[in-house]
């Protein structure tokens, strides 16, 4: 059986665990599925400093694991070294929120995203740019107070995106909307239960970005 890395840039591994459940589940026996937690970063990161800073740990982890796996996931909403690990290895490579962004704009849909972290607006909004899907961005909702005690209170949480997921859809008129943080990755599970429209949870959106570069033998 093929075994799939999911690198977790944030340093809880608590998160990494519920990162791994939802991969392998998506995966549906394909596969098996490792995660490897960072430990340099906060448990949650929050702010672009935090992400950009992020990237050299999942370059290193990639680089010194890639040969015992057949695809690498970068689980962190902005896909901090993403790039530069898929120059490094020979596998295939997929991150959180370019995989997330490619599906939600399937089809030429308008997509939103709905998160918790104000401070990573900007790096996000690059990912769409640096993707050429801006013409599609309707832009982000954001939940209010501190990111991480929100997380910590699932379903205060999942209330909290809802209502943003709400505002992507009626206020932006978006026609998808992503949860964007991979720490979200439960509630963006439920919330895609929880809506009639499209809601695209980035965690399973990597593994189905993944497997579909798996098969086609192409590393992005």
Do not use: W
Not at 30 to 50: K, L, W
């Amino acid at each position: 059986m093929k075994q799939i890395l999911l690198i977790n840039p944030n340093s809880s591994v608590d998160t990494t665990a519920m990162m791994v459940e939802i991969a392998q589940a998506t995966g549906q026996g394909e596969f098996s599925v490792a995660g490897i937690t960072a430990t340099r970063s906060p448990p949650m990161i929050v702010t672009a400093g935090q992400l950009s800073a992020a990237a050299a740990e999942v370059i290193e982890i990639g680089v010194r694991e890639a040969p015992k796996f057949s695809g690498i996931i970068v689980s962190a909403f902005g896909d901090p070294g993403l790039e530069q690990l898929r120059r490094q290895v020979s596998v295939p490579a997929a991150g959180l929120c370019e995989a997330s962004m490619i599906e939600a704009s399937m089809g030429g849909r308008r997509f939103g995203i709905a998160t918790v972290t104000p401070q990573l607006v900007v790096p996000i909004e690059q990912r769409a740019r640096d993707l050429g899907l801006m013409h599609l961005y309707t832009g982000i909702r954001l939940t209010s107070g501190d990111p991480a005690q929100l997380a910590a209170k699932p379903l205060d949480l999942e209330r909290a995106l809802a209502a943003a997921v709400a505002q992507c859809f009626e206020e932006d008129h978006a026609e998808a909307v992503i949860i964007g943080g991979g720490p979200l990755g439960q509630a963006a599970v439920g919330l895609a239960r929880s809506f009639d429209q499209p809601i695209i949870a980035p965690i399973p959106a990597a593994v189905r970005r993944l497997m579909a570069l798996m098969e086609r033998g192409i590393a992005y």
